[in-house]
């Protein structure tokens, strides 16, 4: 299973498109073998969540997303989790062990003006 987290630096990334990069886990047996950081490409509507399933990524946690997003993610079978915070390797067990749940966190306006995460 590959489990990518929008991250600034090696925090959890408060939105999605907007990310430093995107940390890759390789994860087998409820842990995680290996990992790797992908910058981001850019930020471009619909683009992002065709680009981490060409990766093979199976789950993306973040911050926050648009509904966009959320819905080619639902499309492609990505499981998505919102409302992730803090580090992101902790966040990747924290799923791995059943801990890290999505609130359901979504961006409606493409400004964000304090609304990601609320």
Same mark, same amino acid.
């Given at each position: 299973?590959?489990?990518?987290?929008?991250?600034?630096?090696?925090?959890?990334?408060?939105?999605?498109? =907007?990310?430093?990069?995107?940390?890759?886990?390789?994860?087998?047996?409820?842990?995680?073998?290996?990992?790797?950081?992908?910058?981001?490409?850019? =930020?471009?509507? *619909?683009?992002?969540? #065709?680009?981490? #399933?060409?990766?093979?990524? #199976?789950?993306?946690?973040? *911050?926050?997303?648009?509904?966009?997003?959320?819905?080619?993610?639902?499309?492609? #079978?990505?499981?998505?989790?919102?409302?992730?915070?803090?580090?992101?390797?902790?966040?990747?067990?924290?799923?791995?062990?059943?801990?890290?749940?999505?609130?359901?966190?979504?961006?409606?306006?493409?400004?964000?003006?304090?609304?990601?995460?609320?």
């Amino acid at each position: 299973m590959k489990i990518a987290v929008a991250s600034e630096g090696k925090m959890v990334t408060e939105h999605f498109g =907007h990310c430093e990069s995107f940390i890759i886990y390789d994860c087998e047996n409820g842990q995680i073998i290996k990992s790797q950081s992908v910058a981001n490409p850019g =930020h471009k509507p *619909g683009f992002l969540p #065709n680009y981490l #399933n060409d990766l093979g990524v #199976n789950v993306i946690i973040s *911050g926050g997303m648009g509904g966009g997003a959320i819905d080619i993610f639902n499309e492609k #079978n990505i499981k998505v989790i919102v409302g992730a915070a803090g580090n992101a390797q902790t966040a990747v067990e924290r799923y791995l062990k059943g801990d890290l749940k999505s609130t359901g966190s979504v961006c409606h306006e493409h400004q964000h003006s304090d609304e990601c995460g609320h």
